[in-house]
């Protein structure tokens, strides 16, 4: 018996009127990886994790890794935490051409084919079909159609319904891949600009991409694939910036939200929802934006706790000359400086403001520069520092006072890992209040 896929049981408690929803972990760090494991098993839940298409393809990405290398990567972590492989579901994020966009559309298409494939063949089982950018030969100068976008999309989803097939002849247990499709697409890893409006998706557009991916998906013979069509990706009014947070407003998104409710087997996903406050993120739930896409926002908590680390070891050894200094914060911004470009299309302004923001932007574009070796060692060196000493409480309280609390409730311990992990798991616990139905956010918080 095949089995069903977990997201088709949320779209069915959305349905029946449950808010339920899932959170999607856009993010190949491992240390949060392992938070959002560990937060799970507490809760034995599924964790969806997921890989974007400029971070993890057939050529590496910018992780080295291509999607058969993640998910042994993804599947190691688990091993160490002993969390169930089976409770893990994969994603692919923006699917299509991005990685290729300045290349001839038939170039990309055929790359972004062999990403798909290489995708669904790794077991990765939701797959994020965008094709809604401009090619290298398209019409810059006028808004790309619905029916090129919906087209280029059919043929993405047709090639991951083959190589499903190939699959499930060498493993008969593999799980039916469910899609997201949409052309709605916030920009990945959040807006470069501070000033760029953010409109919510009109009804009509939302009904008409609905409409034009059902009749390219079904003139490619994908009538079952149309089936798995599981989310529509929107722009509900959430986005963030360097510096700000378009926060979301149930009243502007309440007449694209009403209208989800004449697909009975369609919810909205979510991106960009970084930053939005745990009860912004329980509204979005309750209005049918079931799938809570974060990554920034993730790895902007870890960096606040290597950052916090980094200087309770300062204080800890600054005068201690048998200690050799990680200089993480210095190590880091040194590596961020020499190589601008993961930040410089994010970042502007005078030198100061982009000193600034190298290390505190809510982009953070600091999660880029993490697998350095320079930066990893540095990493590396500080926590074995910390781990040479126990850490004196009066300093967990200075850096991370939520995380002396727990210490002292007994529901933390006082371990350099222990503490980073927890900075993580203080955002990922905005989202497992938002996404559970009939839970506080004090419950939420509870170990």
């Not at 247990?173 to 409109?199: H, K, L, T, W």
């Not at 407003?249 to 996903?269: D, G, I, W």
């Not at 970042?347 to 320079?374: T, V």
């Not at 300093?395 to 007994?410: E, T, V």
Request: hydrophobic share 40%; glycine share 6%.
């Amino acid at each position: 018996m095949d089995r069903k896929h977990p997201l088709r049981e949320i779209v069915r408690m959305q349905k029946s009127g449950i808010a339920r929803g899932i959170y999607s972990a856009c993010t190949a760090n491992d240390y949060v990886i392992e938070a959002v494991m560990e937060r799970a098993l507490k809760r034995n839940e599924y964790v969806l994790i997921e890989a974007t298409a400029n971070q993890v393809n057939q050529f590496g990405g910018y992780t080295g890794m291509t999607p058969e290398d993640f998910k042994e990567f993804v599947y190691t972590i688990a091993k160490k935490v002993d969390f169930p492989v089976d409770m893990i579901i994969l994603g692919g994020d923006h699917l299509g051409p991005l990685t290729w966009k300045n290349e001839k559309s038939a170039e990309a298409m055929e790359k972004a084919v062999e990403l798909v494939r290489q995708y669904v063949l790794a077991g990765f089982t939701k797959i994020h079909i965008d094709t809604s950018m401009h090619l290298g030969d398209d019409d810059k100068g006028k808004r790309l159609d619905t029916e090129i976008i919906a087209e280029r999309g059919a043929v993405l989803c047709s090639e991951a319904e083959k190589a499903f097939a190939q699959l499930k002849e060498a493993n008969p247990n593999a799980v039916q891949p469910v899609y997201v499709v949409g052309s709605e697409v916030p920009i990945p890893g959040g807006s470069q600009e501070e000033d760029e409006g953010i409109q919510v998706t009109k009804v009509e557009d939302f009904e008409d991409t609905v409409e034009t991916f059902k009749k390219a998906f079904l003139k490619h013979n994908l009538h079952s694939a149309w089936e798995n069509v599981v989310a529509i990706v929107v722009q509900p009014g959430v986005e963030f910036g360097d510096e700000t947070i378009h926060e979301y407003n149930r009243e502007s998104a309440r007449e694209l939200c009403n209208a989800l409710r004449k697909y009975p087997n369609l919810v909205f996903e979510g991106h960009s929802t970084d930053y939005q406050t745990a009860e912004a993120l329980k509204q979005m739930v309750e209005d049918g934006i079931a799938i809570l896409k974060v990554g920034p926002a993730l790895t902007f908590a870890l960096r606040e706790g290597l950052f916090a680390l980094n200087h309770i070891e300062n204080e800890l050894f600054r005068y201690n000359p048998d200690i050799q200094l990680s200089n993480f914060i210095n190590v880091l911004d040194d590596c961020m400086g020499k190589n601008p470009e993961y930040w410089k299309n994010h970042y502007h302004g005078n030198g100061s403001k982009i000193r600034i923001a190298r290390k505190y932007s809510l982009s953070d574009r600091c999660r880029y520069y993490l697998p350095i070796k320079e930066v990893r060692e540095s990493l590396e060196l500080m926590i074995s520092n910390l781990r040479s000493t126990t850490i004196p409480l009066t300093l967990i309280s200075a850096f991370m006072p939520l995380q002396y609390r727990k210490i002292r409730n007994g529901l933390l311990k006082n371990d350099p890992e222990a503490l980073l992990k927890d900075r993580i798991v203080d955002c990922i616990d905005d989202y497992i209040y938002a996404v559970t139905p009939d839970i506080t956010l004090e419950n939420a918080r509870c170990k």
